[in-house]
């Protein structure tokens, strides 16, 4: 069984960066697909990024393109996400999560983080 961890969440003003950091256990981390969700209060987990384990493709959301960077350091079977420029509404619970298809879709995912907090508020 895989375990995922994220950090690296906070609050920020308006227009800041941060870096959201998902470390995994176990050689099956690294040979899936990662994937970067997210759940504001009073709404549906939705996609934010994910990147394919093998081409390292990526595959982003519509509103964060262009702001948010996914990537991976698979000897230290990591996934960052860089933000950039954030918004309030990016306000939400990000979670780290694994799968073997290249998808977009939270059901095709597993071993879920706990997730980590970002506050986007002036």
């Known amino acids: 069984q895989v375990q995922v961890k994220e950090a690296g969440g906070g609050v920020v003003q308006p227009g800041d960066s941060l870096i959201l950091s998902c470390t995994g256990s176990?050689?099956?981390?690294?040979?899936?697909?990662q994937g970067w969700f997210r759940q504001a209060p009073g709404k549906e987990r939705e996609f934010v990024a994910t990147?394919?384990?093998?081409?390292?493709?990526?595959w982003y959301a519509d509103s964060v393109k262009g702001r948010f960077t996914i990537s991976r350091d698979d000897a230290e079977n990591t996934v960052y996400l860089r933000m950039n420029n954030l918004k309030p509404e990016d306000t939400a619970v990000y979670y780290c999560?694994?799968?073997?298809?290249?998808?977009?879709?939270?059901?095709?995912?597993?071993?879920w983080g706990q997730g980590t907090q970002v506050t986007v508020s002036s």
């Open positions: 999560a694994i799968s073997p298809t290249y998808s977009i879709r939270s059901e095709n995912y597993g071993s």
């Open positions: 176990g050689r099956a981390f690294s040979t899936n697909n």
């Open positions: 990147i394919k384990w093998d081409t390292h493709a990526r």
